[in-house]
């Protein structure tokens, strides 16, 4: 008999709910996105978030359901995002799930959200099975993370600052372009010459993978007031192309070095920061030189979904690691 598992995610600004089929087919996906909302705010207010959550959360979940073409008597374990993520907002998605998994007698299984966009690669690659290295980039984790099997990781590097897509957003915040930056960051640096201007790069010796965004990012603040201090015209899109050319670097490289390291022959992409373009086709350049097998998810897979929690919740729910009622929101969970 298939296992039908119901996911929920709420950790940051999109409310989703999800039913996959034996963890890897996805029967619904409903992501319902507060970006309209945050928009006015130039980022995400975590309050705003939580309140519409508990809004939401009924419908997207209700709707999730429907889809699938189930009901709750239909369901094998619902699945939750507990953390890392904004602690009132998890909270929401805990206590719905919380709340049908007692009323339906079900298993619960508390997820990591990291865990969820590593598993979005399932999802998307029937084939994909560890071991294998993956770059996790989104807007609050840059992880290199070696997936041992499919519920255990070691993390090879991680940023000791802010995250990549962290540095898009207050880039593109910089440059007056809103928020959500990343994807607006992309679409200037479409237009721009990425060789225009050097940022630097930093390494923290051989051996470790950890990144550092500040520097760049400080440099390119530091750019635009010198420029404005002259009176000189800046070029945005040049800009742009520059900078996302200093992060892109340094994504592909330390990843590769970590997969070489790990003599891995597989690297896989994920996190909203895996959306991009340019990243996407520095990894397959990268891969195709290295011999390396890259993967990376559909975009709806690699911005937050709950598809990919459902997918980690149910290799958690196989291996019987279940949460009780009193699973509780966990803002800095590590991976
Ligand atoms: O995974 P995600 O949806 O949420 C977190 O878990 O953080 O990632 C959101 C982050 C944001 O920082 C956003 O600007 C970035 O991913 N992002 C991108 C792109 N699409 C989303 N960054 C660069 N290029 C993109 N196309
Ligand atoms: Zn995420």
Same mark, same amino acid.
């Given at each position: 008999?298939?296992?039908? #598992?119901?996911?929920?995610?709420?950790?940051?600004?999109?409310?989703?709910?999800?039913?996959?089929?034996?963890?890897?087919?996805?029967?619904?996906?409903?992501?319902?996105?507060?970006?309209?909302?945050?928009?006015?705010?130039?980022?995400?207010?975590?309050?705003?978030?939580?309140?519409?959550?508990?809004?939401?959360?009924?419908?997207?979940?209700?709707?999730?359901?429907?889809?699938?073409?189930?009901?709750?008597?239909?369901?094998?374990?619902?699945?939750?995002?507990?953390?890392?993520?904004?602690?009132?907002?998890?909270?929401?998605?805990?206590?719905?799930?919380?709340?049908?998994?007692?009323?339906?007698?079900?298993?619960?299984?508390?997820?990591?959200?990291?865990?969820?966009?590593?598993?979005?690669?399932?999802?998307?690659?029937?084939? %994909?099975?560890?071991?294998?290295?993956? %770059?996790?980039?989104?807007?609050?984790?840059?992880?290199?993370?070696?997936?041992?099997?499919?519920?255990?990781?070691?993390?090879?590097?991680?940023?000791?600052?802010?995250?990549?897509?962290?540095?898009?957003?207050?880039?593109?915040?910089?440059?007056?372009?809103?928020?959500?930056?990343?994807?607006?960051?992309?679409?200037?640096?479409?237009?721009?010459?990425?060789?225009? #201007?050097?940022?630097?790069?930093?390494?923290?010796?051989?051996?470790?993978?950890?990144?550092?965004?500040?520097?760049?990012?400080?440099?390119?603040?530091?750019?635009?007031?010198?420029?404005?201090?002259?009176?000189?015209?800046?070029?945005?899109?040049?800009?742009?192309?520059?900078?996302?050319?200093?992060?892109?670097?340094?994504?592909?490289?330390?990843?590769?070095?970590?997969?070489?390291?790990?003599?891995?022959?597989?690297?896989?992409?994920?996190?909203?920061?895996?959306?991009?373009?340019?990243?996407?086709?520095?990894?397959?350049?990268?891969?195709?030189?290295?011999?390396?097998?890259?993967?990376?998810?559909?975009?709806?897979?690699?911005?937050?979904?709950?598809?990919?929690?459902?997918?980690?919740?149910?290799?958690?729910?196989?291996?019987?690691?279940?949460?009780?009622?009193?699973?509780?929101?966990?803002?800095? %969970?590590?991976?």
């Amino acid at each position: 008999m298939s296992d039908l #598992i119901l996911a929920i995610e709420s950790s940051c600004d999109e409310t989703a709910a999800a039913v996959l089929k034996d963890g890897r087919e996805v029967l619904s996906n409903i992501i319902s996105s507060q970006i309209p909302i945050h928009e006015r705010y130039g980022g995400v207010v975590p309050e705003i978030a939580s309140r519409n959550h508990v809004l939401n959360l009924p419908d997207v979940i209700g709707r999730a359901l429907t889809e699938a073409g189930c009901g709750f008597e239909d369901l094998s374990a619902v699945a939750v995002t507990y953390g890392p993520g904004l602690v009132g907002a998890l909270l929401t998605g805990v206590s719905a799930a919380k709340a049908i998994a007692s009323a339906r007698n079900l298993p619960l299984v508390g997820v990591n959200h990291i865990h969820g966009h590593i598993a979005a690669n399932y999802i998307a690659h029937p084939e %994909l099975k560890p071991p294998f290295v993956c %770059l996790v980039a989104s807007g609050g984790h840059s992880h290199i993370v070696y997936v041992k099997d499919y519920t255990e990781f070691e993390i090879l590097g991680r940023t000791r600052d802010d995250a990549a897509g962290e540095a898009f957003d207050k880039i593109a915040r910089v440059l007056g372009l809103g928020y959500p930056g990343g994807p607006k960051l992309e679409k200037l640096a479409q237009e721009g010459d990425s060789q225009a #201007i050097k940022f630097p790069r930093v390494s923290f010796g051989d051996g470790c993978y950890d990144f550092s965004f500040s520097g760049v990012k400080t440099a390119v603040i530091n750019y635009v007031h010198k420029q404005e201090q002259k009176g000189e015209e800046i070029c945005k899109a040049d800009l742009a192309a520059s900078f996302q050319r200093a992060v892109v670097e340094a994504l592909v490289e330390h990843t590769m070095a970590a997969a070489r390291e790990k003599k891995c022959k597989i690297v896989t992409l994920a996190g909203g920061v895996s959306a991009n373009g340019a990243l996407r086709a520095a990894f397959d350049e990268a891969a195709g030189q290295n011999g390396l097998t890259l993967y990376y998810p559909p975009l709806i897979l690699c911005t937050d979904n709950a598809a990919m929690i459902g997918c980690a919740g149910y290799y958690l729910y196989k291996k019987g690691v279940f949460a009780d009622s009193a699973l509780n929101a966990v803002p800095n %969970l590590k991976l």
